[in-house]
């Protein structure tokens, strides 16, 4: 699983082979999944670190991490300093 997102009120899990529609609700899915794997990076997105192939680091603080896949997830000021906390930066 590269991410879950939620789109049109729905929870999705995105893989190499597609997306498919998930019960679970995301504050549901970052308590049952792995913390050093699955990291919340928005009120709508968790990633897989291990999916991440590099970050850009904006000048105004904003992170972009662009994925295996080649889609780039936005982290959220919310979430920033959690994700630096999380990868050492």
Not at 19 to 45: H, M
């Amino acid at each position: 699983i590269l991410r879950f997102y939620g789109e049109e009120k729905e929870i999705c899990a995105q893989t190499a082979e597609g997306s498919y529609t998930v019960r679970q609700r995301l504050y549901e899915l970052e308590q049952l999944l792995d913390e050093k794997t699955f990291v919340r990076i928005s009120k709508s997105e968790i990633i897989n670190l291990h999916f991440v192939r590099r970050l850009d680091l904006g000048i105004t603080g904003t992170i972009g991490m662009q994925l295996k896949n080649g889609e780039t997830a936005y982290v959220s000021r919310r979430y920033v300093n959690h994700i630096k906390s999380i990868l050492g930066l």
